[in-house]
């Protein structure tokens, strides 16, 4: 007995293959499919393929290029596109690569990361000083989105790009996060960020966090709780169960200056 026709046994009527058609067009529709794969790996511009690194691709491609760089100005890679330099006065010079959204091309940053301002982590609040849990309290350095610093993905290019961007983030570290050196200094860039913040101070609720924790350290306690008060009041971020632990703290920091 004949097998069943099917995709292995195409009929023929009249001395015409019955399913060839639709063999050819599914083919067809495969190689298309394929054709149009993974936007990181492989898009098709101008009839050529040109391939984008992946996100870990960058990152490799990062840590080679600036990992020179970066240990010239003390800095000690932690991970994915992100350095951290010891600076003595209880908080970090952290310096990373970020993508304005995911897919996008990268931007460099430096920023500052307070080794006693709390985090908020399940629901609980907790201080992390360990360099693999820096965080970015505050944006210090001016080389990020909305300039022409940009990194795109595109393996052609990429290489070329970093290299061209090394003495332009050497000068940037040099300007100003080096200058950033005590309590102090590290105060007025907050200061100033609170006056001149497009996005609402408030509404970076870390950075916020970070004025209410620096002014305790410098024994303003007043200041220090009025701010973090208004903290609570303008921003939802720390729930109301995680206040009486952030007060506690922040009168902890008062006492360890």
């Not at 985090?119 to 201080?127: D, F, H, M, N, V």
């Not at 790009?161 to 907050?190: M, N, P």
């Not at 971020?237 to 006492?255: D, F, G, I, K, N």
């Amino acid at each position: 007995m004949p097998p069943a026709s099917g995709w292995g046994n195409d009929r023929n009527i009249g001395g015409v293959q019955f399913f060839q058609p639709l063999r050819v067009a599914f083919t067809r529709f495969l190689l298309d499919r394929s054709a149009r794969t993974d936007k990181n790996h492989c898009r098709m511009r101008f009839g050529e393929a040109s391939v984008y690194f992946t996100s870990v691709q960058m990152e490799e491609l990062f840590r080679c290029a600036f990992d020179p760089l970066l240990a010239e100005r003390h800095f000690e890679f932690v991970s994915k596109a992100r350095w951290v330099r010891e600076t003595g006065y209880g908080f970090k010079h952290l310096f990373y690569f970020y993508p304005f959204r995911p897919g996008a091309a990268y931007y460099p940053y430096g920023a500052l990361s307070f080794d006693f301002v709390p985090r908020l982590e399940a629901g609980k609040i907790r201080i992390r000083k360990e360099k693999r849990h820096t965080r970015v309290h505050l944006v210090v350095t001016h080389m990020g989105t909305g300039t022409a610093n940009s990194i795109d993905r595109d393996a052609a290019t990429a290489k070329q790009r970093c290299s061209d961007l090394q003495a332009i983030i050497f000068d940037a570290i040099g300007k100003e996060l080096d200058t950033v050196g005590s309590l102090a200094s590290a105060l007025e860039l907050l200061v100033q960020e609170k006056a001149t913040s497009r996005l609402g101070f408030y509404n970076t609720p870390e950075t916020a966090l970070s004025y209410a924790f620096t002014l305790a350290k410098l024994g303003r306690k007043q200041e220090a709780e009025s701010e973090l008060e208004s903290l609570f009041g303008k921003s939802p971020y720390y729930p109301l169960q995680t206040h009486v632990a952030l007060r506690e703290s922040l009168s902890q920091a008062c006492v360890e200056r």
